[in-house]
């Protein structure tokens, strides 16, 4: 006898094809949601939650290819998802891990403005493939409403480039201290809007 509308299988069935599609586009809408939280200025609680791109699509490739396996009875049309969607996960997942694990990073800093509780100079260390990385962002604001501007970016390809210190040269004056690269240091001061913390500059070297 053949499945039926009323079969308590098939109503579970449908509401697992449901859930797993819901989770599909709950996956897709927080790519772009990352995405702008991620630009400067932007809200540093959902930045941290949704800006995760690599997470997010594997997520939405296996929740929408469960969902047509379940979905869908003919054995051709399995096959026809099923193949590409391993594929994926085989050949994307080393990749995405080696991305993933460049793009870590650890806070060795996070220090207040002299009389502004609410504004903290934060330096994350990392690496890019090989290479040393040092971010130097501002986070402003308290709790939720933390908005993060990116200071400067350094790449230790070059021992030029790498960043010896970080430190507040007054409540909206940062100073960042490089390697010269003939055995000397090279200071650059970088000013912050008093009311926004936004950087008048941003500096890259590497």
Request: net charge neutral; with cysteine.
């Amino acid at each position: 006898m053949g499945e039926t509308m009323a079969d308590p299988t098939v109503r579970r069935r449908r509401t697992i094809i449901r859930a797993l599609v819901g989770a599909a586009a709950a996956c897709a809408a927080a790519v772009p949601v990352g995405h702008w939280a991620a630009r400067p200025g932007g809200l540093l609680a959902l930045a941290q939650t949704f800006d995760h791109p690599l997470l997010f699509g594997r997520l939405f490739l296996a929740a929408l290819t469960a969902a047509l396996l379940l979905g869908v009875r003919h054995v051709a049309v399995r096959i026809v998802v099923t193949v590409p969607a391993a594929a994926a996960v085989l050949f994307g997942g080393p990749v995405s891990l080696l991305l993933a694990q460049s793009g870590i990073t650890k806070t060795i800093q996070n220090a207040p403005a002299p009389g502004r509780p609410d504004r903290h100079l934060v330096v994350e260390e990392g690496a890019a493939m090989i290479d040393p990385i040092w971010l130097v962002h501002v986070d402003e604001g308290t709790g939720l409403a933390t908005r993060r501007w990116q200071v400067a970016h350094f790449k230790g390809d070059d021992p030029a480039n790498a960043l010896t210190e970080a430190a507040w040269a007054g409540p909206d004056r940062i100073r960042l201290v490089t390697d010269d690269g003939d055995g000397g240091v090279r200071t650059h001061a970088i000013d912050l809007s008093p009311t926004t913390g936004e950087p008048s500059r941003t500096l890259s070297r590497g």
